[in-house]
């Protein structure tokens, strides 16, 4: 399957610090990307929809002033924690959706927030 | 998009078929099967999907009943590395802004030695 990456694997930051996430995907273009977040034991919630080119569509109950995501290119979407506080340390993982409609994940990156 | 219902936690032992089941029984008529599973601290790795008809491919098979409502996955030869929590989400196929992958709560499955 595609592969897409992210960076950092994972962050460690202070409280009322800024955080960026990047997203690639290595061997594909993606159109769309999507951005989840999941607590420990729970699933993936759904975060955004990110669209290249153009604003991104946040989930209900998503603070899309604290959650800043830009999609520049087609293989490239970041996710920035703006002012990040200790109940933002998640586990975030980004999806990218290939032309043939399939959908691939990164590993994820692990932010603490102290 | 549909809801799905799977059981919490399996166990399955080693070198036996792992059958995880799910039920969607509001999918609508275009909307596909999709399966990922999710190892511990990894992000989400695709498995198989299917519409209508039985699908298979190297790593499973799934089995979708004639009237849609039902669904299993069967990995044939469980390993140990094949624990992890499994996803079944119904989605879809293709465009639209709605088009999206929503997880439930999945299934963990636990394979024993």
């Known amino acids: 399957g595609a592969v897409v990456s992210q960076h950092p694997s994972w962050v460690i930051c202070k409280s009322g610090t800024s955080v960026k996430i990047e997203c690639r995907s290595l061997?594909?273009?993606?159109?769309?990307m999507f951005w989840y977040r999941q607590f420990p034991k729970q699933s993936l919630m759904l975060m955004a929809t990110?669209?290249?080119?153009?604003?991104?569509?946040?989930e209900q109950g998503v603070e899309k002033d604290k959650f800043l995501i830009n999609h520049a290119s087609l293989t490239l979407s970041t996710l920035t924690v703006t002012s990040a506080h200790p109940e933002d340390s998640s586990f975030y993982i980004c999806?990218?959706?290939?032309?043939?409609?399939?959908?691939?994940f990164g590993p994820g990156t692990r932010l603490t927030v102290l | 998009d549909a809801k799905t219902t799977q059981p919490t936690s399996m166990d399955c032992a080693e070198g036996r078929a792992a059958n995880l089941p799910c039920n969607h029984s509001?999918?609508?008529?275009?909307?596909?099967v999709y399966w990922y599973r999710q190892i511990h601290s990894q992000g989400p790795q695709y498995i198989i999907h299917g519409l209508k008809n039985n699908e298979t491919n190297e790593m499973a098979s799934l089995i979708i009943t004639e009237d849609r409502k039902s669904s299993t996955l069967i990995l044939p030869h469980a390993t140990l590395r094949d624990t992890a929590v499994y996803y079944c989400?119904?989605?879809?196929?293709?465009?639209?802004?709605?088009?999206?992958?929503?997880f439930g709560t999945g299934t963990l499955l636990a394979v024993q030695p």
């Open positions: 509001t999918i609508s008529g275009n909307e596909y």
């Open positions: 990110s669209n290249e080119g153009s604003k991104a569509t946040y």
């Open positions: 999806s990218a959706r290939s032309g043939g409609n399939e959908q691939f």
């Open positions: 061997d594909f273009q993606a159109t769309t």
């Open positions: 989400i119904v989605r879809v196929g293709r465009g639209g802004a709605t088009n999206k992958l929503i």
